[in-house]
Structure formats: C-alpha cells, structure tokens
C-alpha cells in the first residue's frame, strides 16, 4: 500500500509549492515550523473499535458494507487509517464487545500493524446474555450491594484484559441515572458511586491511569450521576493521583464553553482524556470539525497553551475519536475527522503566542481576535499533508482511500452484511 | 374486571367527600362543576401501538414481560387502560409494524373491546426487508424521483388500510434530513417533500385530514426538512383545508414556549394533532406531566381557550400519547401520563376565564399569574377521579391495575420474553 | 397595621376549616404537621435591598410609584413583606449601592422594625464615579495587580461595613470573563481569581463565611471565569473551610438538572447560598416559581433530605430572593416569590420520605414518581396560610396588601418618580 | 484620508503576489475570480446609527471616547467604515434615537459622504418622554386600542421620515410580549398585531418594503409576540407582497439551523432583510464571525444560491450589522464584522457549485462535505483585501485605522464623555 500511496502523492503537482509558500510566510511570522511538523507528528489519535461499522440511532440502523467481523479485522481498519494519515497508531477497546479470546494471536496482529492497545472501556450500560444482574437501575451506583459489585468487578476484569494487552488506562462511561424524579436518591448515588470506583482505583496498576467520562443526559433522560465535569473532577480527585477526568465534546448542555473546561482541568492537572466528534444538538456523535470547527480550534488553543506553555500540567492526554457513522462509511468519516484535528492542532500551533501574551496584558481585545483569528484562517492544509508525505502516508487520505479502492476490497473480502460489533 | 375495579373503589372512603367538597368549593368560586366533569368525560386521548412494549435507546433496551406479541393483544392492552381510566377508546396504528393481516379479525377485536381505530401513522424512517430503495438518505424529500414515489405509495398503501379499519386521519412524521452541512439542498428537499405530500394528499379521502408532524433534529442530527412549526404550517397550508399541523411536545428546541405556537396553530385553524409526553433534553418521550407539570397545563389553558372560549378554531383534534418506556411498566406509565393530561385539562378548565379577562384587560399581571396558579395549585385529583368512577373506571387506576395482578397475568399469558413490534 | 392585618383573616371564613382538613389528611398519610408548621416558621428568606424597585433590561426600564429613596425606606419595604409574610426577616445589601453613612441609625431603624442583616454583596462589575481603575476588563481576574488589588479591598470594606451590621456573610458575585476568544487566558484569569479570594478570605472574620456565586454568561458572552458550580467549588475548597458555593436559581445552561447539583453541593458540604428566582432562557429573574414550579418542588425535596435526613450537611444555609420586577409592582413580586418558596418547601415536607425510600430501594421507579407527585399535587396553601396566621401574618398577603392599599400610601409618602439604587 | 490609505497599502509587500496565486488557484478549480470580486463589491452593509457608540448590559455600561454627538457624526463615522473598506454605503436610522431635525443638512451631510439611507427602524419598546401612553405592557399588540394606535402613528411617522430621506424600507421590530404566564392572551396579542401591521402597511409608498422581525425572548422574558419566523412569515404572508420577514442571527433559540430558516424563507420569496452578528447564548450581539464562523459560512452558503442559482427569489435583501459594543471601540468592532462578513460570503462564491450539485445527486456526503470545507479552509484574504484596494480602500482596514489614529483624532474632536444615542 505505501507504494501506491507514494505514487497517488505525486499526482499533487503543487504539493511543494505550497508546503515551502506556507513554511516561509509561517516563518516570516515568527512561527518555528519545524516545531509544528514535529508536534503534530507526535500527535496520535486512538480509534474506538466500535466506531467501524455503521452506527445508528434508537430508530433505526442503516447498514454499511465491509464491516469487519472480528477484533482482527478492527486492527486491519486501524491499521489503513494509520498508514494514509501517520496519526492513528492506536485501537481502543471496549468490553465485552471486543474481549479477546486469544490473546496473544490478537497482540501479534497488532505488532505486525504497529498498532497500540489505548485505554480499554467497561461496558455497565448493556445487559449481557449470561450476566446474574441486571443494569436497567444501574450498575456502579446501584442500590443494590450485588449489582455493585458485579460492574466493579467486570472493570477489574477489564483492567485485566488491557494489562495483557499492554494497555495502560481504563476509561469508566458511566450512564447510570434515573429517567424520573424520584425515581433516585441523588447522594447516595453519587456516595455508591465513588465507593465503587475507590474500588476499582485500587485494582489499578502503578503505571495506569483510570478516566472518568462525564455526560449530562442520555441514555437517562432526567438526571446522570456523572452529569458534569464537576462531578468526575471530585470523584477523580478522591480517588488518586492516577484518577483524570475525560473529556468527550459532544456531552455538554447547550452553548456549553467547552474550552474554558478544558483549561480548568489542565490548570488542574486532571485532565486525562479526549474524545473527538462534533454535535449541534446532543451527544450527536459526528465527524470531528464538520458543526463547529472553530470551537475545536479554539480548544486546541488551550490544549497548546496547556502543553507548550503551562508545561508538566497536561502530558500524556489520551486522544480519542468517539463518532458515530450513520451515513457515511466509517473510515472515510474517521480520516476526515483525523484530518479537522490535525488542521485544527495545526492551526493552533500556528498563533503567535507573544504577541497574543502582549495584547492580552493590554487588554486589546480587537488585537487578540486578530490574532486567533489570522491562524484559524491560514490554510495550513499544506503542513499537515507534508507531515503525512514525509511519514510515508497520503497526501489526500480520502482520495487516496478512494482510488485505492479500500471499500470495496473490504466488501469483497468481508462480503456486504458483515455487522462489527458495537452499537 | 368491571365489578372488581367497582369493589376496589369503594375502598376509596373519603372520596365521595372529597368530591363534594371539592365541587362545593369550585362552584363557589364560579366554575361550572358538570361542564368541567362533561369536558374531561369527554376528552379521549388515543394509545400508540408501538407504546405498548419495552422502549429502548441507542445504547441498548432492557425488556419487559407480557408485552403484546401481535395487534390483537395490542388492541387488548389499550382496552385495559380504556377500561381503567374512562379515557383512552382508540389505538393509533403504525404501518408496517401493525400491518393486519386479517382486517376484519382485527375490526372484530376492536369492535368487541369498544376501542376504535385513531389516525394511522406511515414510516418512511426504516428499511423493510422487502423494499426496493433504501430511505438512507430521505423518503418523501430524496434526490431521487423513484425513492419518493416508493414513499409516496407506502403513505398511499397506509391510507387504504386506515380507510377499512375506520381510521380518519393519517400522520405523516417525516425523518427526513441531513448529518451534515452541504449533505443536501434545503430549497430542493422542501420542495420535493411539498410535491409528494401534495400526492399523498390529493389521495386522501373527503372526510380524511392529514397532520404533518416538524421536528428540530433526531435522528437526523444537523438538519431536519421540516424542522419547524413554521415548515409544517406552510406545508399544510399550501396542500389544502385537509392538512393540519400536529404538535409533539418533545418535537422542539430548548426553553421553546410551545403554548403559544399552540395558541397560533389554533388561531389559524391549523392546529390538528397533538402528542403527548414530556421531556428536559430533547425528544425523551418520557410520561406525560412527569418533568414540567405546569407547562403541560399552561398549554391546556391556551387548548381551553381554543376551544371553548375562541370557537371553531379547532374542533376535532386529535390527542394521542407519543411515549417511550425504558424502565416503567409501559401500561403504567400510560396511565400516569393519561391521568396526568386529565389533571392538567381540569386545573385548565378550573381557571376563572371572566376574571383572567378582566385582570389582562387591566394589565395587572400580579392578578394574572394569581389565577392562573389559583387553578393550577388546586388539588383537582377528586373530580378526575369521580369522572372515572361514573364511567365505570377506576379511582386510582394505578394501585386498581396492581391490586388486580394485571402484568403478572400478561407475562403468564404472554411470557417473559415477548416482544412488541416498534421502537 | 397588625390589627388590620389579623380583621382581613377574619373574612376568610373558610380558613379553619381548610387547614383541619388537610392537617387531618396528612397526618392519616403519615406526615407530622406540627414538625412542618414548625419548620416553615423557621424558614426566613432575606430580601435584597436592589428588588424593592423597578428592575430594567438593556432596552429600557419602566419606572414604579413610591419606590424606596433610602436605605431606611428599603428597611421598612422590607419589614412590610415581612409583617405580612412571617417569612422574610432580613435584607441583603448590595455595596456601594447601600453605603450607610450613618451606621448606628441604621441599626436602629432594622432594629425597630426587627429586621436583621444578611449576607453583603461586594461589586466589581460596575464603576463608581470616584473609582481609580476600571472594572471594564476584570477585577479580581484582572490581568493588572493594581486592578485586583483595588478589588480586593473593596471586598474587604464591605466587610468591615457588614461586621458593623451585624451581617456574618459575604457573597462575592464575579462579573469577571471574556466577551471574546483570545481575550483572557483562562488559566491566568482563574489563578488570579483564586488569589484574590484568598486574600479577601484572609480577612473573614471567624464566624463569617464567604459564598461564591458561579454563572455561565452576561454580562459578558464568550466566557465566564466562575462558569459553573464546579468552578466555584474548587475556589471554596482551595479557600478552606468558611467558604462556599452559592447557588443562583437562573445561573445555569439550558435543562441543568440543578436538583442534582443542589445535592452534590450538600453531600459535599460546600452549599452556602441559595438565590431564588424564575427563568425559562436566561438569567431572567423572574418571580419564584412563576415558571418551573415542579423544578423548584424537586429542589426542595433535596433540600429537605440533605438537611432533615442526611443531617449536618447543610446547616444554616442563606436563603435570599434574586429576582427583578419589570412589569409588577417589586413588594406584590416579592409577596408571590415568597408565597411559592413557602408552598414549594411545605409541598417537600409532605413528600412520604419512608415510602420513598423504599419504592427507590426496589427500583419501583412508576410508585417513586406515584409519592413525589402526590405531595406535589396536595394543595398545602391551607397550611402557609395558618402558619402566617398563627403569627400574625395575613392568610392571603398580596390580597391584604392590596385592600390595605399600601403602594397607595408608599406613593403619597415618597412620590411616583422615586427610583430605588440598584440596576 | 484615501491618499493616506493608499500610502499604507504600499507596505503590505506581499499582496500582490498572494491575489494572483490564490486567483491562479481558484480559476484552476473553476471559480471565476472576476465574478467572485464583483460580488463581493456590490455587496454593502448598513451601519445601524446605535452601533456607533459603546454598548452596554443591564449591569452597566463602560464608555467609550469619542463617541458621536449628533447624526452628522454618525453619519462621518460610517464614512471613515466606508471609506477604509468599500463594503458599507449606508446607514441605517432608528427614530426617535436620530430624529432629524433639519433633513435637508443631513441629506446635505449624507451626499457629501456618499452614504445612503438603509431602512429606518421605528422604536415602541421604550417609552419617550413627551408620550402619551406608555409601552411598558405592549405596543401594536397593547389590549388597549389607544396605545395600538399611537404605536400605529409612529410607525407612520418613521415611514414619513424615511421618505425625506431617501429610504426604502421601513424595519419593525416588536418587543411586545408578556414576562409571566398569564398575563396575555396569545391569540388577540397575535390579532392585534397583524391589524396594526396592516394599518402600518397601508401607509407603505409603492417602491418601500416593511421588514418584521421575531425574537424569542428579551426584553420579554416568557412570551414574545412575534416569537419566531413562521409568526413573522405568516404576518408578512397576509400583509402582502411588499412586507417580508427580518431574520436577525442573534434572535434563535440554541442550536436553531438558521441556514435552513435562511433557505425556507428564500424558498418563498420572504427573506428581506438581515441582521448580522454574532452569539454563543443569546442575543449577545458580538462581533460578527467571532464566535460561529462556520455557521456563517453555511449561511452564505444559502444566500448564494438563493440569488446566483435559484434566481429572483431574494432580490435586493437588506442587510445590516446589528452588533453591541462592551469592550471594543465601536468602529473597530464594525470593522472586524464587515470583513467577516466579506471573507464568508467569498468563501461561499468559492463552493464549486456544480461539483456540490453532483455530490448531492449521488448521495456522497463524505465529498459533498469534502467541496464545503475546501472552500471553508481557503485562505481567501487576499481577493477581499483585493477588492478593497481596488476601490480605493484599505487592504487591512484595522491596522490602518490604527496607523491613521482616527480614534485618538475623533477622542480629540469629540472629547472622551460623548455618549452616542443608543441603547
């Protein structure tokens, strides 16, 4: 494939004219572009196993062809996203959607694709067939000491699987709430909660980190016992030191100011992870960039601040996309959402922060506009696909993707009714 | 189960008081207690088949037993809450999910069971196994001349069954609409779903209306063909005298004041259909009355208004209950949201009209607000319940359908694991 | 005015007779009345000193007759309401808008009418003519130290005036953010606000506390440096153990689940504050419950278990009105706010807190919601009324205030153009 | 001063060669550039004669120096906008705020500076001082036919005066509405609207159009009487051909898809006129571009094929910036908005419109996202700063501005206490 990629790239005649146009105005501006390449080739996303088939609503579901059938086929699908766009180097795992049954098979076929294991993901939203209680009321917040016990327990099990792996973090969505008032004793809740997750904090390894997603509504429609970044700060902060909250975008109420979260968590060294989508009503779950672009840029603005600039507050962020395909195919929404965040990232890299420093210090609020503004309407397009050229990947993933026929081999290969697992 | 809901109502042994005391009390204040008995006798709110088994969302749906496993029990089921609450004679049908195989069976069942047949509902939202053209990508508004007259003859196919079972209404809800900025052309998709409800429409029979249903998003999630009353009005003033518009009141954005486009539907004359169930987020479908109790009655109010006070606007509209039950008992939850429709339409009807005139007349809001919430703060729970009682119901519907075992019938009938069709 | 109070109860002839009765129905159903005439007695909501007159928009504002032209003019508004109330015995000032010159007069006056004073509020969000900096970029955000330091300060004189009131709190509302991206680094603005509280709260003297208001937005629109109840939180806890989260009823994001956050606050011990009002967009400051009285029942039925129930907790929290009255005269506002408060927290005692309890323990979601709505759905009004008659108060406030014609005689004494300090 | 500007364009060194390559670029994807840069120059925006001094929230207001005194000040100011960016030819009056009491010298004033009279805004949500009866409780909707028709006068009044002027069009904005649920009749507020429009609109010269716009909420905070598009469509509908609805950006309800309302009202033929700027809660009045820049897009978007591809449907739309000025200089402020406004509508003209129609034929949502954004990310600058300098403006109108000191020069004329009229 890399071949073939190389050969589709030279068919981007301009490409280098406009990547050394970019570099000497960037440059000219007083941005080191050498520093913004290395950055956001370090930049590596996780794919969410469950976000590779089709996904659909509560009505209904439209079905895609090529799904792949079993966890090694997921890691195929990681794997062509990652060699057409250097920034997907990781899978996530979410059981018991993915629990796999030989272990040292699915390790080998991720090292033959260089392909990571990220942070493993609970499942306490769904009853499984042979499971002794039931989470319609609940799992780590139930009332009851059994059911408890039982989602404790699965996560343990799930710490377990990822440590095979090679996994070091577990990621804890928690939809438990209630539909109706009354229906739950919000204190005891959240205390039933916290018990459980000291629980399952004390089963983690040295070296794992444990985050707790937050979401104000859905799949309970009245009240989440995690319903905000507040919620997940306090129980993170009881738990540990390796205890973070998570950040998903789309789980946030209406006009939510995401980014000045997002900074609070960095400034207080509890932010652990990142899940990418885009949304304009809910928890939508839409391609990265495709509703609300300058919102994801103005969030790298402080994931850049956080990191460059604020320093030690926020390594080793977990990177996720947490996307549903209800009518496009899943690779090809995934690397046009790989491609908003690193032109987003890029974008960010590309503010001047003195002169940004300077005007704030002034309160030149038109300036400071200005200059977020001029680096959010830079085309840096050219730089990010030089990053790609220069790692071996495509220039244009979703043309290559399409001339290169992916979707179809995998129809053929995997036949047009295969259904991943997952939602 | 008549005599036995009769014996269980006399245990009710303060309510032959408390409706006199309350009757005593309104009448002094100057309500016309039998109107008020007649009106809420009188109100019949219709049950949606598909509400009547487990709902469930995108994450997963936990089941309930002794759900109805065809239409014939469908039919049973709404004849219990008909039996029950006095208040619930017809049963809205969802085609293909309800399709009767046997016409004249089921008429037969209905006809036995006094429940008639409420406007019939098409689905172009799903694909049926059988279907030539996918609606992946719209129905009634797609690109394609031959996807909309497939949708076109299903609404067609859907009006020749209502026309046998003695249905006088169709419903159209119409999903279609976009994920994503530039998926479609807004003016096209308007105008292809204009021309294709005016096919459906000129098919409609004379004494036939249509409702045309808006709604802001799902499971759409960035545009919706008609996401608006506004959208639906047009639509249905441009098809003829026959088109209305039906108002669900899970069908809007957030802090939308739907009593007033209740009040300019009605003022219009276009107001036609109206679904019931409640809602924080978005469309929860959650039970009618249980999150924001008093903007169900300030929307009764304007229906009061409408219908008793600013004449002809709106006669004959159709009421039905649009709930899901994802962990209520689903017939229980439709007697909490049937009583609470009643209890809101009372507390309307209780409102002193004269003095709310004369108080706007004045502009003395204070005064306003006192007599609205006078009415809404009364306890009207005894005049509800005696309408019951004379029409052979239940006092309290709920603790009657527990004290006579009904679901443990249901599931040792039906089983533990039967599934309705829907949602 | 006492005696004309007590002969106007008289002509409400039914009045005995409504409260044996319901007393005797609650006490069949469980509930001991004299612990909840005891507790509603108890409960004294204060009156800020900025709602006695016309409140305003950005559009315009539209004065009211007799308003108060002093402090001590604001003492006796407020001694009316509560003379009339039973239920609101101190007011709350607002510094530099309520500067009393003359400290001791003051005291006399609050004293003389047995009003007592509340918490104090600072403000930075405005400039005062005699002011060296300018609040227009921040204040204890500001990116000068001067700025803050001048703000700082002010916080501590409104102190030093409290302590001499006798006032044992201080609510500190911070105006500070951003009405564009790049305007404030967020990280910066939130460290300055931290230190800057912390030297304010080094000056609270040992029976003092300090209460910290959060809100999303206005008067600035982009971004808020005390966003949320979350960010409060992290200040009161980082400050230590006299300062806490406030919470403003109209501070919130579209559909917050703010009974949720009122429990969270409570289990974690950090709420201080409570500002009641109404709103169905913004910050709308309604009158209490004019919109959303089921929220504001499920708020106290929090309020009820954190403070009855889960004990300790939540002791001597400040209850106060945040309200504006643009279109009703500010006392009959005031007296309709009050009125709701009362209602709401009586209707929250009725609630069956045994059978609760044990519907939740068996997940009986539908009998859960059977026991809130019950207590909702009581018309407790008789048991207000009693409480107010039984200490000297009127049955029906806003229809004595009226026949006593006292806006009539405010008029008279103080002219139809005064205006009242405040917005 | 065009001397001067052309001076400053001489330094920006590089302009040239980035208009040719970006024209080089875009003609080789098929855009041609001489209509794109025709269509950004005939497109001018009114300046509203309110925006040109600071604005303020209820919590205060921050002045600005400089401020202009009197209409012929305001008039030089949209001049010095003119002037510097070619893009705003007009003014836009709101009476009584600009009563002009000698139209012939403003007239005079007006000529001499090129600046042509947009539509002139009539105002009854504010009571004046020599008026008869007040707006507090409504003013074409007032239940009180004397108030309806002293509102009705004035509208005629403001019409009166535009025809002196110049102007063509007449602006209704209605603030009437209720704040408490109860306190208007919806329906007679809806009547009396419409028959005042009516009486307003029979008094419409020939070659004038009226322009009704809606708003949600505020300064209304329960019910707005002209709440929506569709209350505005259906008033405008049955006025007549020359009256049209007003869409506003700011006035929706969160997460509003105001593109498709664009596109209905186009659809139509009922989109008359436009209010630019820019929210993330509500009518916050910010910068145009500075929050959702692609929604901005998306809505030019709609507007281009509104009147390049769907032909005569939206001749002649009035468009204005209707922004709010708390921490910018208002000139600079108007500046950043025009040239927003500039670079979206570019962006727009550069959708290469067949292939979209394509995309959208086939149902390729991936692609059809794909040809949106590559016309969202290019950096289309330098063909707006062309078109400036081709009319003798600035190619960078704020550092311009800044280098001109016209602020320091206006502070010297006008002095730093001036306060524009205005909210």
């Known amino acids: 494939m890399l071949q073939e990629i190389s050969d589709i790239n030279l068919e981007y005649k301009n490409h280098k004219e406009d990547v050394k146009r970019l570099i000497d105005r960037l440059e000219n501006e007083g941005i080191n572009t050498n520093q913004v390449l290395d950055a956001i080739k370090n930049f590596q996303v996780a794919i969410p196993s469950w976000a590779l088939g089709a996904g659909g609503t509560r009505f209904g579901r439209f079905p895609f062809g090529g799904e792949p059938r079993s966890l090694e086929e997921k ?27 030989d272990v040292d098979a699915i390790i080998q076929v991720a090292s033959l694709h260089k392909i990571h294991f990220d942070a493993v993901n609970s499942n306490t939203f769904q009853d499984q067939p042979d499971q002794k209680y039931s989470y319609k009321y609940g799992s780590l917040s139930h009332v009851s000491h059994e059911v408890r016990q039982q989602a404790i327990e699965h996560n343990i099990d799930v710490i377990n699987i990822g440590e095979k792996l090679g996994s070091k973090s577990l990621t804890v969505w928690l939809s438990d709430g209630s539909n109706f008032p009354g229906q739950m004793n919000f204190s005891h809740a959240l205390q039933n909660t916290q018990n459980s997750l000291e629980k399952i904090y004390a089963h983690l390894p040295d070296d794992w980190r444990m985050f707790i997603e937050y979401k104000p509504y ?6 989440n016992v995690i ?19 998570l950040v998903d975008l789309g789980h946030h109420l209406p006009n939510t100011n995401i980014e000045n979260i ?18 304009k009503y809910g928890d939508d779950d839409l391609t990265v960039g495709s509703i609300k672009p300058y919102q994801l840029f103005l969030i790298f603005n402080e994931l850049v601040f956080g990191q460059f600039y604020a320093k030690n507050k926020c390594e080793n962020i977990a990177w996720m996309i947490d996307a549903s395909h209800n009518v496009k195919d899943p ?3 995934l690397l046009q959402s790989i491609d908003a965040i690193l032109i987003a990232y890029t974008q960010a890299l590309c503010i001047n922060q003195k002169a940004l420093h300077d005007a704030r210090e002034s309160n030149d609020v038109v300036l400071c506009q200005e200059i977020l503004q001029k680096a959010f309407r830079t085309d840096v397009r050219p730089i990010v696909n030089e990053m790609r050229r220069l790692g071996g990947g495509a220039i244009d993933p979703i043309m290559t993707y399409r001339k290169l026929q992916v979707r179809q081999q995998l129809v053929q290969k995997r036949g047009s009714t295969s259904r991943a697992s997952g939602l």
């Open 75 to 101: 890691i195929q699908d990681v794997s062509i996203l990652n060699t057409l766009t250097c920034s997907a180097n990781a899978i996530s795992l979410h059981i018991p959607w993915d629990y796999p049954e």
């Open 218 to 223: 859905e799949p309970n429609f009245y009240h």
């Open 227 to 245: 319903q905000d970044w507040g919620t997940s700060y306090i129980l993170a902060d009881h738990c540990g030191d390796k205890a973070f909250t």
């Open 262 to 279: 997002v900074s609070t968590l960095m400034h207080k060294g509890k932010l652990g992870g990142f899940h990418f989508n885009d949304s």
């Open 331 to 333: 690779l090809e929404d």
